[in-house]
C-alpha cells in the first residue's frame, strides 16, 4: 500500500536496534530502547504550515534520528512506521 503523507509530515520505518551490547551481553525486547534511528518512506509536500512556509529539507532514503517519544505509530502492511512532524526530526546520517 502507497501513502503519501500531508503538509509537513514524514513517515519514518524505524532502523533496528542490536539486541546484544558492546560488551556482547544479549537483551530482551523489553529492556532495549525505542529506536530513534529511521529510514525516510515517504515525505510531504511542505507549504505554509501556521502562516510559515514550509521547506522540506528531508527525503525518501535518508536515514534520520528523530525524538524519542515524537510522532505517532501505526502499522501498515505488516510495517510499523511512524508519522511525524519534519521539526521533530533532529538529523540527518550522511
Not at 503538509?7 to 556482547?24: H, I, M, N, Q, R
Not at 509536500?45 to 501505526?74: H, N, R
Request: glycine letters at 10%; hydrophobic letters at 45%; aromatic letters at 4%.
Amino acid at each position: 500500500m502507497k501513502i503519501k503523507p500531508l503538509f509537513d509530515k514524514v513517515v519514518l520505518e524505524a532502523v533496528e536496534a542490536d539486541a546484544k551490547t558492546k560488551s556482547g551481553i544479549v537483551l530482551p525486547s523489553a529492556a532495549q530502547e525505542k529506536p530513534s534511528l529511521a529510514r525516510v518512506l515517504a515525505v510531504g509536500p511542505g507549504g505554509i504550515i501556521d502562516g510559515k512556509e514550509i521547506t522540506m529539507q528531508v527525503k525518501v532514503g535518508d536515514k534520520v534520528l528523530y525524538s524519542k517519544y515524537a510522532g505517532s505509530e501505526f502499522k501498515l502492511d505488516g510495517k510499523e512506521i511512524t508519522i511525524l512532524r519534519q521539526s521533530d526530526i533532529l538529523a540527518i546520517i550522511g
